[in-house]
């Protein structure tokens, strides 16, 4: 009777209980508002170019309440920056950016910086990220030169994004999919200070991937976005585009 439990039932009770294929199916992404949101697995959370007490629409979020261990700033504009220096110290996370934007930074006296320019990668404890290009322009909320500006491609063994910051489409991304094969993108939609809709989705077809959360978008007049038409644009194009209302927590 034991042995029978022993080499038939309790095998299936572990796989049950600690299901390794279930428990990396996921990543959790949190979207805090405009370029905001923070990506979460293997223990671990990364959270993406912090811009939330400024922002009317983010009223909701509790930014006392967010944690991270690394936190990864596309450029030096104020809509991707404005709350670094007291999310880094509030959660002791290692800020990852250009090296011109974590020099800014430190100044600013923020202590764990880690500055990197594109082509380059990093190591982090549940993954590897790599600093590629974006056409955007990169200053300083002072003024000051921020470097080049990037989007960021994170392996985790198990799943694989591409975040693009604020960039125009560019041929560059042709070259995404050949360090890998993405799981889902986070591509700025919101058109005038970035690329549009119309040419997110010609990104999503450059990078081959077609699980789209949409970033970027309705936080100022000049980028405000029709929900509907958009989404059926995506899904035309045989493309799924996430919007998550802020606040809110979807698995990816
Ligand atoms: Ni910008
Ligand atoms: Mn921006």
Redesign the pocket.
Same mark, same amino acid.
């Given at each position: 009777m034991w042995e029978t439990f022993i080499y038939k039932a309790l095998p299936c009770v572990v796989y049950f209980c600690y299901d390794p294929l279930k428990m990396n199916a996921f990543m959790k992404l949190t979207y805090y508002g405009h370029s905001c949101f923070a990506i979460q697995w293997g223990g671990k959370k990364l959270l993406f170019d912090p811009f939330i007490r400024p922002n009317g629409l983010a009223k909701g979020v509790d930014v006392k309440g967010i944690e991270a261990d690394y936190i990864l700033v596309t450029?030096g504009?104020a =809509?991707?920056i404005a709350d670094c220096k007291e999310l880094a110290e509030q959660t002791g996370a290692l800020v990852i950016s250009s090296f011109e934007v974590t020099q800014w930074l430190g100044k600013q006296g923020v202590k764990k910086v880690h500055g990197m320019n594109t082509g380059g990668k990093f190591k982090l404890d549940n993954g590897t990220v790599k600093c590629v290009v974006a056409h955007?322009?990169?200053s300083m909320p002072d003024g000051s030169y921020g470097g080049n500006?990037m989007g960021y491609v994170v392996t985790s063994g198990e799943k694989n994004f591409y975040y693009s910051g =604020?960039t125009a489409l560019t041929m560059d991304m042709e070259l995404i999919p050949r360090w890998a094969k993405l799981d889902f993108a986070i591509l700025c939609i919101g058109d005038t200070?970035?690329m549009g809709y119309e040419d997110a989705i010609l990104a999503a077809k450059m990078i081959r991937c077609n699980t789209i959360v949409g970033v970027h978008y309705d936080t100022f007049e000049p980028i405000k976005i029709d929900h509907q038409k958009v989404k059926e644009a995506f899904s035309d194009a045989g493309i799924t585009l996430h919007l998550p209302p802020i606040g809110k927590t979807i698995e990816l």
């Open positions: 450029h504009h =809509d991707h955007h322009s990169s500006p =604020d200070f970035t």
